[in-house]
């Protein structure tokens, strides 16, 4: 099993930064060799991939957060993170980070974007 716990959600002004950290125990070792992926989740909308990042390195960005967002693999403290920058309102969502084609899910952090 994989525990996922995410971390760093918080209020922000629109243009400020915020730096998300998923933070995984348990089996490491698949941590590692699977994709590691950020969803955020609005109400009424469904839940969508922001993010993403291969075992290799290989990143993904969806087209709204490409140029701001920058997904990284830190392996001295096995976490994924999120680094959000120029944010706007409307990445205002609860964030979760996700094994991909696993089960595994964090409980999510909440990012407001607000002035």
């Not at 969803?39 to 709204?64: C, F, L, M, N, W």
Request: proline share 3%.
């Amino acid at each position: 099993q994989v525990q996922l716990v995410e971390s760093g959600g918080g209020l922000v002004q629109p243009g400020g930064s915020l730096r998300l950290s998923c933070a995984a125990s348990g089996n490491i070792l698949k941590f590692w060799r699977t994709t590691v992926g950020w969803y955020r989740e609005t109400p009424g909308k469904q839940r969508a991939e922001v993010a993403s990042i291969t075992s290799e390195g290989t990143t993904y960005y969806a087209d709204s957060v490409k140029g701001r967002f920058t997904i990284s693999r830190d392996s001295t403290k096995n976490t994924v993170t999120l680094q959000m920058d120029s944010l706007k309102p409307e990445d205002t969502a609860v964030y979760y980070c996700h094994l991909r084609d696993t089960d595994y899910w964090g409980k999510g952090t909440l990012v407001t974007v607000s002035s």
